[in-house]
T-cell receptor, first 115, second 119 residues
Framework: EPEVTQTPSHQVTQMGQEVILRCVPISNHLYFYWYRQILGQKVEFLVSFYNNEISEKSEIFDDQFSVERPDGSNFTLKIRSTKLEDSAMYFC?????????????FGSGTQLSVL | AQTVTQSQPEMSVQEAETVTLSCTYDTSESDYYLFWYKQPPSRQMILVIRQEAYKQQNATENRFSVNFQKAAKSFSLKISDSQLGDAAMYFCAYRSANAGGTSYGKLTFGQGTILTVHP
């Protein structure tokens, strides 16, 4: 089965630094998403992206966050100035279409630790 | 806003036995989709089974089946003939059917249930 690839698997950074989390969605997918999971809490939706623009974002996704698809294959999440509370597992996901029961393919996540 | 609740933080089962994981949700919508995702130690979220709310028949996928009670807003997962490879975190998730475009990708997750399978 095709896979969504995320790199790195672990990222450690200092508070206030910028981080970029990288994802390679499945090649023919058109819809892309980021989710995150703070330790011991629920998986939370951050943002969805289609046709090179954000389609929807959650309250969590403030001005410190940005996404882009720079080269047609990668999908990145940037956090400009990391805070301690940004420490979480970040999951990328993609899907072919936006129909209701469409299966989302998730990556294995990037564990971000902000010190 | 929709909420999803999994009231069992941890469950355990003997190999070859059956286990049921509970999930309840709250929504004012009549049309929606429900999912169970499995997260093994590899951390990758894997779709186990999905249910469309307007279908009364419970979904099944091999050893996995659901008991969907729309009126009670309950969506439990039954795993039959449990195997060691079933050990994982299981998440129940909700998706609205009324949103358009990429909002279809917006899943609302429960807290998860850790399933341990004993040999």
């Amino acid at each position: 089965e095709p896979e969504v690839t995320q790199t790195p698997s672990h990222q450690v950074t200092q508070m206030g630094q910028e981080v970029i989390l990288r994802c390679v969605p499945i090649s023919n997918h058109l819809y892309f998403y980021w989710y995150r999971q703070i330790l011991g809490q629920k998986v939370e939706f951050l943002v969805s992206f289609y046709n090179n623009e954000i389609s929807e974002k959650s309250e969590i996704f403030d001005d410190q966050f940005s996404v882009e698809r720079p080269d047609g294959s990668n999908f990145t999440l940037k956090i400009r100035s990391t805070k301690l509370e940004d420490s979480a597992m970040y999951f990328c996901a993609s899907s072919w279409s936006g129909t209701g029961d469409e299966k989302l393919f998730f990556g294995s996540g990037t564990q971000l630790s902000v010190l | 806003a929709q909420t999803v609740t999994q009231s069992q933080p941890e469950m355990s089962v003997q190999e070859a036995e059956t286990v049921t994981l509970s999930c309840t949700y709250d929504t004012s919508e009549s049309d929606y989709y429900l999912f169970w995702y499995k997260q093994p130690p590899s951390r990758q979220m894997i779709l186990v089974i999905r249910q469309e709310a307007y279908k009364q028949q419970n979904a099944t996928e091999n050893r996995f089946s659901v008991n969907f009670q729309k009126a009670a807003k309950s969506f439990s997962l039954k795993i039959s003939d449990s195997q060691l490879g079933d050990a994982a975190m299981y998440f129940c998730a909700y998706r609205s059917a009324n949103a358009g475009g990429t909002s279809y990708g917006k899943l609302t997750f429960g807290q998860g249930t850790i399933l341990t399978v004993h040999p």
